[in-house]
Structures are given as C-alpha cells and as structure tokens.
C-alpha cells in the first residue's frame, strides 16, 4: 500500500513546485499541501464545449478548436513582437494573436491541434482572437486548461493561471489518498460524498452537479468541525459543578427598583429572571445578553450585579473604552452607594498611585463592584472574592481577553453583552457554546429617530434646523471620522469645525469638543458639561460610539458619513434615542460609491437594529461582528454564514449529538477527526480537543 498523503506535509515537494515557485505559493499563504488542496478556485469557466468559428460573436469570450493552417511573426514600428496564428476549423477560420511572444513560434506551428480561449476582440471577419489562452492538442483525454471545466485561480505576481493550474492538477491526481475523517454515518445521514472525491471536484469538476456536490461536503466540512469545539465547549461548561449558588435578596432587589425612576419593561424583566436562575444555579453562568441599542441592557447588569454584591462577592465590569467606563462608573456608582456597595475604577489613564490604590482596594475586598477597560485583566489585578464577570461589548475583546477575566475568580458566572444585535446565524454559529437572552422591545415612549442623508451643500440648512432644537432645549452631537488610530489630519478636521462652530455658525451656543486623544480629566470634564447641559453641541468622534447615555440629546449629525460602517452609525443613531424626545439623525455624505449608498439608504430606510445587522453581514462578513481578535474562526474558505445557514444547522445537530453521546470522542471511530480538528484550529484561540 502507499503511503497515505500528509496534508501536513510541505507543498515544496509537490510535483511542478520548485523552490522559486514555493516562494511564490508562499505569498498566497500556501505552505502545505492542506493550504493547496484547500486554495479554492475563485471561479470556474466551462471550456468543455467548443464553439464553431462561424457561430463566434464579437465581444464573447470563447472556447474554440482548430488546426494551424499558417502562422506569422512580425515586429510592430516600436519593436514590439507580435505572433498570429490563423486556425481553421471545418466552419472557418479565425486569427489568434499574441504580443511579446515570440518564442510562440516555436510552439505553435503550422498543422498544429490548438484550443483556444480568449475575448473576440474584432468584429470584422476574420474574427480575430487576442492573447488568448492555448493549450496544444496531445492527449485529449488529459487535457488541463481546454475542453472541460477549468478552476481560475486568484494569482500573485509571478505565477500565472497555467502554471498554477497544473499544479493543482498534479496534485488533485494523488488525492485519493487523503484520508475520510467524517465518521461513516454523518456522511450517510447527510449525503455527502468524500472528501478526497470533494477536493477533486471543487477543483476539476466533471460537471456542474458534481461542483455542487463537493461544494456542500467542503462546506459541511467547515461547519461541523467548528460546531464540535462550540459543543464541546459547552459541554465542559454545563459539567462543572463548580460554580456559584447565589441566594436571591429580595429586599436589595425592591430598594434597586426603587432608585430607578422608571419601571422595568417586560421584556427586561424576562432576562432578569433568565440571569437571575443561572446565577442561583451551580453550574456557572455563561450567557450572551442582545438587544438593540438603547434596550436599557444596562439596567439588567446592575441587578445580576446587585444578586452578586449582595451574596458577598464583587463585580467585576469590563467596557471596551476609557468614556464608556468613566459613564457606567458614575451610574454605579451613584446607584450602588446609595445601597452600600463601594464601586471602582480601573483605567490605563489613571495615574501610578491612584492605579495602584485601586489595585489594593479590589485585592483586599474594599470595592465590590470595578468598572474598567482592559486593564482590569492586567496579571496584577487580582480579586479577593469574584462573583460576577460583566462583559460590555463583548465582541470588541477577544475569546483570550475574556477568558482571561473569567480565570480571575473560581468558576465565577459570566454575562456577556452586544453592543448591536448579532443577526441569528452569527450566534448560532459562534456563540452557540452560550445560553441568549434578547431583550426584544424598548422602553416606552421611546420616539423612533427620523434620518437624513443631505449632501455637502445642504449643510447650512441642517444647521439652521439644529439650531432650531437647541432654541427647544435639545442637545446635539455632530460626529466627526476619527477613529482611535487614525491620522493627524482627521484630527485637524474635528478641530477645525469645533472651530468654526464656536466661532461662526453656532456662535451663541456652547460648543464642546470630545476626542480620544484627550487627557481623561479634560474628557471627564467636556462629558460632565454635556450631561448637566451646560454645553449644547459636542463636536466628537467615534468615541462616543457606545455606550454615551446622555437623553436630553436628541439631534446627531455625522460628518463624512461615508466612512462609518452601517452597525457604526447605528450606533451612534442609538445615542440619540433615549428619552421621549424626537430625535434627528443627519447624515451628511457626497459619496457616489454604490456600496456607501447602500449603508446610508439602509439607515434612512431601516430603524431595526436587527434588520441592519443582516445587512451588514452581508456587506462586510461576519470579522465585524466577531472582532478581530478571533482571527481564524470566521474565516471559512468556502461556507457563508448567510447563504449557507441550512448546512450550518445540519452541522450543528450532528456535532452536537455526537458530542452529547461521546463528550471527548474517545470512541476509535472518531481518532480521524479529532486529529483533523486539532490540526485545523492549532493556531486559534479555541481549546483542543483531548489536548
Ligand atoms: P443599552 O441597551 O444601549 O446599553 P441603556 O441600558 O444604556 O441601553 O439604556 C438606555 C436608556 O434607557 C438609559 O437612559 C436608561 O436609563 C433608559 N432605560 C432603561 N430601561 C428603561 C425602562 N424600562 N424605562 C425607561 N427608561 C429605561
Ligand atoms: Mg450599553
């Protein structure tokens, strides 16, 4: 018997790869042969049919077979080689030509057997056919690039569609020994067919039905094995026994309600229950809180928090961002004291003694709840009784980031929350380890905004109209694009109109202006103004993206609109949807690129965060979402969380019932596929199986 193939191999090996070729295969991000069998043609032509010379039509692209009756080199007036070929076929004749080819001559020659591939470029006859591609007629029976259906590949400077294509084709020749590792009922159950008879089809298909059918195995493929780490995952969680029994304290519950000055929705009050019996359970928590922006999610963490605080244990709250920490800091604050709970705040901005004093006060139990950014998951911060795990736009920190606060208590329960909706295939995909709650409707009363898109030169009169607001007593935010890494210039550009805001247009008003890059005091300060309505208009950036709650806030305006993503600028619509006035979104944008228009129609036309995040997916896939940090994961090569959500459920059901019957695949029947998934996640954050 031969050896079986190791895709793990090195593609340098491989037949036609030498050491040049592997530099370049290199840059297309082939190093094995798993990365060749799996680099995917971006398309295929269908080169099996021949069109008759006399059926051809100018402008076409077209397969055609035919004999060399004479041929011609000739040098144009500035040098340049310029080779033609005239081919007959038993319907006509048609003139093939190539520019700075001369070496041609030496291959194609008079009674040659030649398939040709290329645009009709003249229309006048004889038709003439311009660089097409060729292949020499030899053995009809193994033809690479004509007479079938041909993969095109993306390329890189160097290698050509050609050389790439026989490459593939060599080695799609041994593929046969790549070993099956879905186990044998999976692929009855699910009818898919092999995975070496799947690579050879994805690549060189006979037909359009075996494409397809490979297509499917190849994308089951990716789905399944992520679902057997989601099962898996959540199987070790539910089996922990470990975790903490909290004691419901009706009493604090009644005196939180009281503070609020509203009362809960329904729809909140579903959730809290749902938080409230996972955390009372012994099993530790792990659920993902969703809901459109402005839902009141914040609410609903402060009472999980207060059933922790209350049970004797801290807090722990991480945000993405230094505003977003100082506002729920404040909130907590001035709710919790009120119920004798010391709240803190940790930030990369404070200074090293007041850094160190609340490292102190967390580890010696003086605070019970924190709120801070990343630096909560510093190795220095350590807990003295950790209940309670809150995570705020979860999808902004990574599986690593958040698994790391986690470890900072023993098996402490977890609620995780989204900023924006996450359209259903994303979590049934990737949080499906997870238990979701949906906060489904507003609190009332709430006003839905009213958008605009106005061009450039409409812009006075938006600034009349929010001049008007303010003379009502509204605020406004006008939102500049600048984001936390972004250039100098876009800087300059929010200065700018702060200053001609202050100084000119909105003269009799107060202005403010709020960017990442300003000392935490100054923010603090411009923020608090905003709040207490002292300042009228904030010029701002993208920083007041999440979370920024001020409700008397009800016109935003948004500079270049063409440069936020559609989940972005719903966002920032979110901050002016908070109280019972109603609120204006402006955005201002020239842009003529059809898929800007696209985001703004969406937003004029949409106020349903999760209609909007459809969309998005669908403009920008899903790395949005998921952030970039769990690079590797989303990737799919093949499979597309939208048009493909049927075989995502399908894989889900298999991965999960195999994993509830065989939790660690111990079973011999699955030592192929654990190897496989093993291999194919080394490099991302998720845990290994066995490992
Ligand atoms: P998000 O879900 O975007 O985090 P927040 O929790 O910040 O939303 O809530 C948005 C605003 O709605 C806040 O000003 C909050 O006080 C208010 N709010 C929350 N729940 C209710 C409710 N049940 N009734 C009235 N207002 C509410
Ligand atoms: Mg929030």
Not at 71 to 97: H, P, W
Not at 105 to 123: C, P, Q, R, Y
């Amino acid at each position: 018997m031969q050896d079986r193939f190791s895709l793990n191999s090195s593609a340098r090996y491989v037949k036609g790869i030498g050491p040049k070729v592997y530099k370049l295969l290199n840059k297309l991000d082939i190093y094995t042969v798993e990365d060749l069998l799996y680099y995917f043609p971006l398309r295929h032509e269908d080169r099996s049919q021949f069109t008759c010379i006399n059926k051809i039509k100018p402008g076409n692209v077209e397969t055609i077979k035919g004999k060399v009756i004479a041929t011609n080199l000739r040098r144009s007036r500035r040098r340049m080689a310029i080779f033609q070929a005239a081919v007959e076929d038993k319907t006509g004749v048609i003139y093939a030509i190539w520019f700075n080819q001369a070496y041609l001559k030496n291959t194609i020659k008079k009674n040659t057997e030649l398939v040709l591939h290329g645009k009709i470029e003249s229309s006048y006859r004889p038709l003439q056919i311009t660089s097409p591609e060729y292949e020499i007629v030899q053995d009809e029976a193994n033809s690479i690039h004509m007479g079938r259906i041909v993969p095109i590949y993306k390329l890189t400077k160097g290698l050509n569609q050609k050389r790439l294509r026989k490459i593939m084709y060599n080695i799609i020749k041994s593929v046969n020994k790549v070993e099956e590792f879905l186990p044998e009922d999976v692929l009855k159950r699910n009818k898919l067919i092999n995975i070496y008879k799947a690579l050879g089809q994805i690549h060189f298909p006979n037909n359009k039905n075996e494409y397809f059918k490979a297509k499917e195995r190849l994308i089951f493929d990716e789905f399944f094995m992520l679902q057997i780490l989601v099962a898996f995952k959540r199987m070790r969680i539910l089996k922990k026994n470990k975790g903490i029994s909290h004691k419901v304290k009706r009493d604090f519950f009644l005196k939180l309600q009281d503070l609020l000055n509203f009362q809960l929705t329904n729809s909140q009050k579903k959730v809290i229950n749902q938080i409230v019996s996972d955390m009372c359970s012994s099993h530790p928590m792990n659920r993902l809180l969703q809901g459109d922006v402005g839902c009141g999610k914040t609410v609903v963490s402060m009472f999980a928090s207060l059933l922790s605080l209350s049970n004797g244990y801290q807090v722990a709250f991480m945000v993405p961002t230094e505003i977003l920490a100082l506002q729920h800091y404040r909130k907590f604050k001035s709710l919790f004291s009120k119920l004798n709970f010391s709240v803190g705040l940790l930030i990369s901005s404070l200074n090293p003694a007041s850094n160190k004093k609340a490292r102190d006060n967390i580890e010696n139990g003086k605070v019970d709840l924190i709120i801070g950014t990343h630096s909560l998951i510093q190795e220095k911060v350590n807990f003295s009784k950790l209940g309670l795990v809150i995570i705020d736009e979860q999808h902004r920190f990574g599986v690593l980031q958040r698994a790391e606060l986690r470890k900072k208590g023993s098996y402490p329960d977890v609620l995780l929350m989204t900023a924006t909706p996450i359209p259903r295939t994303l979590t049934i995909a990737l949080y499906g380890d997870m238990d979701i709650s949906i906060i489904d409707s507003l609190p009332p009363g709430r006003k839905l905004a009213d958008t605009y898109w106005i061009s450039e030169d409409k812009k006075s009169q938006a600034h009349n109209f929010i001049k008007r607001q303010l003379e009502k007593g509204r605020q406004c935010y006008v939102v500049c694009p600048l984001v936390e890494d972004s250039s100098k210039a876009d800087l300059k550009a929010a200065t700018f109109i702060y200053e001609k805001f202050r100084k000119d247009i909105f003269k009799d008003f107060k202005v403010g202006l709020l960017h990442g890059r300003m000392k935490p005091e100054k923010r603090d300060k411009v923020l608090d103004g905003f709040l207490k309505n002292k300042i009228k208009i904030l010029v701002t950036t993208l920083v007041i993206e999440v979370g920024v709650d001020i409700p008397n806030a009800s016109v935003l305006m948004v500079e270049n609109a063409e440069r936020f993503g559609l989940s972005q600028l719903h966002q920032l619509r979110g901050r002016i949807s908070r109280a019972g006035f109603k609120p204006y979104c402006i955005l201002v944008s020239d842009t003529q690129t059809l898929d800007a228009e696209q985001r703004l129609e969406t937003l004029v036309n949409t106020v349903d965060g999760f209609k909007i995040a459809e969309v998005d997916l669908k403009l920008r896939g899903p790395g949005e979402f998921v952030g970039t940090k769990q690079h590797g994961i989303t990737e799919f090569k093949i499979a597309h969380l939208l048009r493909d959500i049927h075989i995502l459920e399908k894989a889900r059901r298999e991965a999960f019932d195999i994993i509830k019957k065989h939790p660690f695949l111990k079973n011999k029947c699955y030592d192929k596929l654990k190897k496989r998934i093993n291999s194919k996640y080394k490099k991302s954050d998720l845990k290994l199986i066995g490992a």
